[in-house]
């Protein structure tokens, strides 16, 4: 119930604070929305450069090889285990 009655009192003081300083308010989105459209846009391009970068890579028929993977997996254990033997 003292959850409740704190939200209330939150949302009442929230609502009277906007109507006093709304002026404000707007002054402080007139800052931060230029900024947050950069930053999003900037990651907006960054997502879809490296999305097209993956694109092209699979045009070229560089594909990852599981078998290849395999086999160097493989490799790299024996040479841990001959290292492992070896001290």
């Excluded at 409740?4 to 929305?33: E, N, Q, R, Y």
């Excluded at 990651?43 to 694109?55: R, V």
């Amino acid at each position: 119930m003292k959850i409740i009655i704190g939200g209330a009192i939150a949302v009442l003081l929230g609502l009277i604070g906007i109507g006093v300083w709304f002026p404000h308010l707007i002054a402080i989105l007139k800052g931060t929305i230029p900024i947050v459209l950069l930053l999003g846009g900037s990651l907006a391009l960054y997502l879809g450069f490296d999305e097209l970068k993956d694109t092209w890579k699979n045009e070229e028929g560089i594909e990852d090889d599981p078998v290849e993977d395999k086999e160097r997996i493989a490799d790299l254990e024996k040479e841990l285990e001959k290292l492992k033997n070896n001290k």
